[in-house]
C-alpha cells in the first residue's frame, strides 16, 4: 500500500496573544506577499502550501523555507504561529525533494527537535513537527538518517508515552519511513531493548485507538517482513513469562488486551492484502503456538448450564489467531513446495518448508480437527436429540466453529497429503458434519462445503471412505457434484454410495 506525504491538517489549536519577532525575519517572509501581518502571511502560506502547484511556487522561492525554519525556533513566536509555520514547512517537504533536503541541510531538524523540547512536547506541535519529519524521511536513506540520529532512542522514547492517537500515527510514519529501507536501523527499534517504543503505541492505540494505516504498514514489516513478532507479542504480556523454546510463553494462556489487539492488527493486514508476502515460517509456527495455548483455555461445560461466552483477551487470542492462519493457507498455493524463495540457507528444517507444511509439521491439522471434535454437536443435530443431553464443549464466541474448518478447507486445497492424512485421523465423517447452517456460526455451510469439496478432489480414497459411510439420511452437497458424483444413501442398509453422474 502506497501512502502520500501529508500536507493538509484541517485539526484547530488554541490561538495565544502573539509576540514580537525579529524584524529581518518578519520582512524576509511578509515581503514575499502583499499581506502586512506575520499572520496575514503565515496564512496565505499555508492556504498556498496545500495544492502541488502552491508548492512548486513557494519552493521557487528559496528564502521562504529558510525564514520559516529560523522563525520556529524563535523563542518568542506565538503558538498560533508557530504551529503555522510548521503546518508549512511540513507542506513544503511533501514530495518535494529540494525543500526536504534543503531542510536537512538548514539543520532543520535538529531545530524541530529543540521546538518539541522547547514546548514540552505540547501535542499540537508534536504532531505537526512528527508529520514533517515523516515527510522528510520520506524522501530517502539520508534524509531518514538525520531525523533517526537525531530522535532515537531518547526522543521517541518521549513521544511515544503520549497516548493520543494524533501524536501516535505520524510517529508510526516516521518510523516506519526511517525504517523501510534500513533493517539496520528496524533491529535498533526492535533489538531487546527499543521494543518497548512500538510496545507503547501499540498500548495508545489499543485504547484510543488509531486514524491512519502507519501503525498497520510498521507491524507489517515489523512481524511479516522480518522476525520480531514473538518478541514484540511478548513486549505486551503484562505478568512475569516463562520462555519455552519456541520463543514463546503464557502462563497459563492469560493474555493481555494489548496482545489480542496486536493479532487483531495483524489479521486486518492479511485480510484486506495490505502484505502479501510472509518471508519467514516462524511468524506463523509463533501463531500456532499462541492457538494451542489458547485453545486449553476453552471451557468445557454444559450449553445448559453456560451462559452467553464473555469477550475476553484469550477469546480475542482464538479468534485472531484462527483468522490468521486461514489467510496464511490462503495465500501459499499447494505448488509452494516447487519454488525456492522460502528457502533460507542454514536455518531450521521448518525454515526449509513451505509456511502450510510447515504448519502442518508443527501438529495444525491434528489440533483443528481435535478442537473440532471435542465441540458440541452443531445445532440442527441438537435439535434433532432433543431428548438427549449435549455432550461437548459449547463454541467460546460466536462463529469459532466455521474459523476452524474454515483454517482445515484452505490447508487442504490440493494438498493429497492433507487429504490423507484427514482420512488417517477419521476426520471425514466429522468434516461432512459441517456442511450445515448453525446460528451461532455464520457460513458454517460454506465453509464445510469448501473443505469437503477440496477433501474429496482427485481423491479416490477418500470418496470410497464417503460411500462406506452409514449415514442417518440422504447428503445433499453441490461440491461433490460438481466433482461429478452424487452420494446416495439405501434405505434399508443406510449405507451412503457415491455415484459417478458426469
Known sequence: MEHSP?????????????????????????????????????????????????????????EILSSLIRLSQTPSISLENLLSSLKILRNLCAGEILNQTSFVQQKGVEIVSAVLKSADLNPDVVRIGLQLLGNVSMAGFEHGSAVWDKFFPLGFD???????????????????????????????????????????????????????????????????????????????????????????SCRD??????????????????????????????????????????????????????????????????????RILRDICAREGPDAQNKSSSLTMGGSETDLLPVVDSLLSSGLLTLLLGLLSELEPVEVIRKSRAQEQSQGKVCPYKGYRSEIVAVIGNCTFRR?????????????????????????????????????????EGNVENQQEVVELELQGSVDMPEIARLGLRVEVDEKSKRAKLVNIS
Not at 513478532?229 to 505478568?239: I, Y
Not at 487483531?264 to 509463533?286: K, V, W
Request: glycine share 4%.
Open 253 to 322: 494462556a492469560l493474555f493481555t488486551m494489548e496482545q489480542a489487539f496486536l493479532l487483531g492488527l495483524l489479521s486486518e493486514i492479511l485480510t484486506q492484502r495490505m502484505y502479501d508476502h510472509i518471508d519467514s515460517n516462524d511468524f506463523a509456527l509463533s501463531i500456532l503456538e499462541i492457538l494451542k495455548r489458547a485453545s486449553l483455555f476453552v471451557d468445557s461445560v454444559a450449553r445448559a448450564q453456560s451462559s452467553p461466552p464473555v469477550r475476553s483477551p484469550t477469546t480475542d487470542i482464538l479468534r485472531y489467531s484462527l
Open 416 to 456: 493429497k497429503h492433507v487429504q490423507d492424512e484427514i482420512r488417517s485421523q477419521k476426520g471425514i465423517l466429522l468434516l461432512l458434519q459441517q456442511c450445515v447452517v448453525d446460528e451461532d456460526n455464520p457460513f458454517l455451510r460454506e465453509w464445510g462445503i469448501w473443505a469437503v469439496r477440496n477433501l474429496l
Open 6 to 62: 501529508l500536507a493538509e491538517e484541517q485539526d484547530a489549536v488554541g490561538v495565544p496573544p502573539a509576540n514580537d519577532l525579529p524584524e529581518n525575519r518578519l520582512q524576509t517572509l511578509i515581503s514575499t506577499t502583499n499581506t502586512k501581518t506575520l499572520e496575514e502571511t503565515l496564512e496565505f502560506f499555508l492556504e498556498a502550501s496545500r495544492t502541488p502547484e502552491g508548492r512548486s511556487n513557494l519552493s521557487s522561492k528559496k
Open 158 to 248: 518521549e513521544i511515544c508515552r503520549i497516548r493520543r492517537s494524533e501524536v501516535s500515527d505520524p510517529l508510526c510514519m516516521v518510523l516506519f519511513a526511517c525504517c523501510r529501507e534500513s533493517n539496520e536501523r528496524l533491529e535498533e527499534l526492535c533489538g531487546s531493548r527499543r521494543l518497548p517504543i512500538v510496545a507503547e503505541i501499540l498500548t495508545t492505540a489499543a485504547s484510543v485507538g488509531f486514524r491512519e494505516d502507519w501503525l498497520l504498514l510498521l507491524l507489517a514489516k515489523i512481524c511479516f517482513k522480518e522476525d520480531y513478532f514473538s518478541r514484540l507479542f511478548l513486549e505486551l504480556s503484562l505478568t512475569s513469562l516463562y520462555i519455552d523454546n519456541s520463543g514463546l
